[in-house]
Nanobody, 125 residues
């Protein structure tokens, strides 16, 4: 089982910043990618940013230039940094991890995706 621990959510004024660390632990052999998704009331869950095993990053157009994502591979922790927050960034933010697990002595592997419980972010104007 893989556990994701999210933190850093809360209330912030428009123009402010928040950091939302997400730490992965449990039984897995490597991480393929980590990502942040968000879901606002009445909307579908959307990908905000992701970071691959080699450090490559992708951002949703709505957050590009305002959000950055980094990671610490030694601790399996992802650090999304959200700056210049806007009211439309208000949502529940979910951590997502794609891990690789070796399943037998021959080295066969499977990939599994896990989700955190979500942390709410409210941006007040």
């Amino acid at each position: 089982q893989v556990r994701l621990v999210e933190s850093g959510g809360g209330l912030v004024q428009a123009g402010g910043s928040l950091r939302l660390p997400c730490a992965a632990s449990g039984r897995f052999d490597s991480i393929n990618s980590m990502a942040w998704f968000r879901q606002s009331p009445g909307k579908e869950r959307e990908m905000v940013a992701n970071i691959g095993s080699g450090g490559s990053t992708n951002y949703a157009a709505s957050v590009k230039g305002r959000f950055t994502i980094s990671k610490d591979s030694a601790t399996n922790t992802m650090y999304p940094q959200m700056d210049y927050l806007k009211g439309e960034d208000t949502a529940v933010y979910y951590c997502n991890v794609d891990v690789r697990i070796v399943v037998n002595v021959e080295g066969a592997t499977v990939n599994r995706i896990y989700w955190g419980e979500g942390t709410p972010v409210t941006v007040s104007s």
